[in-house]
C-alpha cells in the first residue's frame, strides 16, 4: 500500500490538488485519484501519512493525537456501518467521530456543492475542536482575529478533507429517503440523479447498522423516525444575511467586526434608528471571507421603511417574495454597512445563480426541537439506533451562533450515546443518558463547556466523547 501510494507522482498531485480544491466536486475527484480503491477505512490515513509526511507535518500530528486518546484506540465501533444523512458541520463532525471509533461512516449528501457564505461564530471550545482535530493546519486563516468564525462553506470542505482521509465514504448528489429492509438487514432508499434506488456500495447494498439525522432544519430524518417536535414561540424577530466581496483592501481591513445586541449598546442602536429610520435588536458584521452581516429587525421597521409591502401573520406570507421590495431591502441593509463603518461605495454584493443581490430573510420567531435526541426504530426485525444531531435535533439562534457549537456537541454526544448502547445493549439505559445531557446541551452556552483554566487560557483537553466531562 505505502508503495502505491508512495511512488505515483500522479497520486501525490492529485493529494496535493485535493488539499487545495475550493469546490466540492474537484475536491471528491483529487481524492478519489490520489487514492488506489482496494485501500479502505483507516488505513486510508496511514498511507496518506506515510506518503505524504513533509507536507503538512501538522496535519499528520493531530490526527495521529487524536487516535492515540484512550478512548479511541480500542475501537468500540469496529465492525459498525454509521449511514450518516447530511453534510454540514455535525454530519461531518459525526463522521469524523465515528473513523476515530474505528465505524464505516457513510455521509450522504443531496447537494452537489457548498454554497453557504453566511459565517458562523465558534465558541472557544469549539475553535479547539477544530484544531485538534487538524482544521487549522488544512486552513491556516481558520480563526486569527479576535472574534471566532468560519464561513459554512469553508468549514463544511475542511470537514469533508478530514473525514475523507479518515477513511469516512461521502456520496454527493444522493438524497436518503426511506429505510428499507431484508434478511441482511436495514438499507437505506436514495435519489440519485432523479433515480430511486437501494443504496450500494461496490455493487453490495449497504446494511446499517446506526443512523445519524444531521439533514438541517425540517429533517427527514425526524419525520421519518417519528421524532416529537416541541415549538417553541419568541418574540416576533426577522433575521436579515447578507455579504459582500471581500477583495481585502486597505479600506476594507480597517473595518471593526462587531457583535451587537440593543441591550448591551442602546447608543449605537439609537443613533442608526435617528439617522436612518432603522431599529434593529442585533447586528452582527465579521470580516471572513466575505463581508459577513446578520441582523434582526421587528417587522413594524421593515414595513415602515417599506421592505415588506404588506403585514400578514403568517411568516410564510410575510416574507414570500412577493411581499419584499428589493430595492428598499437592498437599501436597508446598505445603510446598515455604511453605519457599521464599511466603505459600502466600494463593495459588491455577493449575487445568487440567477445574478440577483443575495439577501436572505427568515423568521426567528418560533424554534423547533426534538423532544429527545435518540430513538430505537423497528425496521424489520432490526431495532435500530437513530440519533439526530444539529439543526435537525434543535434550531439555533444564528446571531448568536448556536448552530455549529451545538452541532460539534450533539454530534459528539450521538457517538457516545450508540458507544454506550453497545457496550450495555440497554436502550432504556441508553435513552435515561441521552435524556440527562440533552437538556444541557439546548442550554448550552459559550461558557457553559468545561474546560481547565490553567492561567494561560482555557484547557480543553478534559472535554472527551463522554457528555459528563464537556457540559457543566
Ligand atoms: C441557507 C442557510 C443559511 C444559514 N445562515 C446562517 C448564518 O448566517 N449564521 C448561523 O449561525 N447559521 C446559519 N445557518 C445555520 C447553520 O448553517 C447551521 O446551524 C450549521 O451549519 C450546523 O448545521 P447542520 O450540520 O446541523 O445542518 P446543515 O448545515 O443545514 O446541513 C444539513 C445538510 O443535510 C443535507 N440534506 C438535507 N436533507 C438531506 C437528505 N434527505 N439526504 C441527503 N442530504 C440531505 C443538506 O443539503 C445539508 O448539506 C444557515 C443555514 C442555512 C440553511
Redesign the pocket.
Known amino acids: 500500500f505505502f508503495l502505491l501510494f508512495g511512488m505515483d507522482k500522479q497520486r501525490a498531485q492529485a493529494f496535493e490538488l485535493f488539499i487545495k480544491s475550493d469546490e466540492l466536486t474537484e475536491l471528491i475527484k483529487h481524492f478519489h485519484d490520489s487514492t488506489p480503491d482496494s485501500v479502505t477505512g483507516l488505513e486510508i490515513f496511514h498511507c496518506l501519512k506515510e506518503a505524504h509526511k513533509h507536507w503538512k507535518p501538522n496535519l499528520w500530528k493531530a490526527l495521529d493525537e487524536c487516535l492515540a486518546q484512550e478512548q479511541y484506540t480500542k475501537k468500540p465501533l469496529a465492525g459498525k456501518t454509521l449511514l450518516i444523512?447530511?453534510?454540514?458541520?455535525?454530519?461531518?463532525?459525526s463522521a469524523i467521530e465515528a473513523a476515530f471509533l474505528g465505524a464505516t461512516p457513510v455521509v450522504?449528501?443531496?447537494?452537489e456543492a457548498?454554497s453557504?457564505h453566511?459565517?458562523?461564530?465558534l465558541w472557544e471550545y469549539t475553535v479547539e475542536y477544530f484544531k485538534r482535530i487538524g482544521a487549522k493546519a488544512l486552513y491556516p486563516r481558520l480563526c486569527v482575529g479576535s472574534l471566532f468564525h468560519v464561513s459554512?462553506r469553508r468549514?463544511?470542505l475542511v470537514l469533508t478533507q478530514i473525514a475523507l482521509i479518515l477513511g469516512a465514504q461521502i456520496h454527493i448528489n444522493?438524497?436518503?429517503?426511506e429505510l428499507s429492509s431484508s434478511s441482511e438487514g436495514v438499507h437505506a432508499i436514495?435519489s440519485h440523479n432523479g433515480k430511486q434506488e437501494t443504496f450500494s456500495v461496490g455493487g453490495n447494498s449497504l446494511v446499517v447498522d446506526a443512523l445519524i439525522g444531521?439533514?438541517?432544519?425540517n429533517?427527514?430524518?425526524a419525520s421519518l423516525c417519528k421524532f416529537e417536535r416541541k415549538v417553541a414561540h419568541a418574540k416576533q424577530a426577522i433575521?436579515i444575511?447578507w455579504n459582500f466581496v471581500n477583495s481585502r483592501t486597505p479600506a476594507e481591513v480597517h473595518a471593526e467586526e462587531i457583535t451587537f445586541s440593543r441591550h448591551m449598546l442602546r447608543e449605537w442602536f439609537d443613533n442608526l434608528k435617528k439617522e436612518h429610520s432603522i431599529d434593529l435588536e442585533n447586528c452582527v458584521y465579521l470580516c471572513d471571507e466575505t463581508h459577513?452581516f446578520?441582523c434582526t429587525a421587528p417587522k413594524e421597521n421593515l414595513l415602515s421603511f417599506g421592505v415588506l409591502k404588506e403585514d400578514f401573520s403568517s411568516s410564510a406570507e410575510l416574507l414570500s417574495a412577493d411581499n419584499i421590495d428589493k430595492e428598499k431591502l437592498v437599501e436597508y441593509t446598505q445603510k446598515i454597512a455604511s453605519f457599521a463603518e464599511l466603505p459600502v461605495e466600494s463593495l459588491e454584493m455577493i449575487s445568487n445563480e440567477q445574478g440577483e443581490k443575495e439577501i436572505?430573510m427568515?423568521d426567528f420567531t418560533q424554534k423547533q426541537a426534538a423532544t429527545e435526541q435518540i430513538r430505537f426504530v423497528q425496521q424489520g426485525t432490526t431495532e435500530l439506533f437513530v440519533s439526530l444531531?444539529?439543526?435537525?435535533?434543535t434550531e439555533?439562534?444564528?446571531?448568536?451562533?448556536?448552530?455549529?457549537n451545538?452541532?460539534v456537541l450533539?454530534a459528539q454526544d450521538s457517538l457516545f450515546y450508540y458507544q454506550k448502547f453497545l457496550s450495555s445493549n440497554s436502550k432504556e439505559k441508553t435513552s435515561s443518558l441521552a435524556a440527562k445531557y440533552y437538556s444541557k446541551l439546548c442550554f448550552s452556552t459559550s461558557d457553559g463547556v468545561r474546560a481547565n483554566n490553567s492561567g494561560f487560557g482555557m484547557d480543553f483537553s478534559v472535554c472527551l466523547l463522554d457528555p459528563a466531562t464537556r457540559y457543566m
Open positions: 444523512v447530511g453534510a454540514g458541520p455535525a454530519g461531518l463532525v450522504l449528501e443531496k447537494r457548498f453557504r453566511n459565517v458562523l461564530l459554512i468549514l463544511q444522493t438524497e436518503f429517503v436514495i444531521a439533514d438541517g432544519l429533517s427527514h430524518v433575521g444575511t459577513y446578520i436572505q427568515f444531531v444539529g439543526d435537525a435535533l439555533p439562534f444564528w446571531p448568536q451562533g448556536t448552530g455549529a451545538r452541532a450533539s
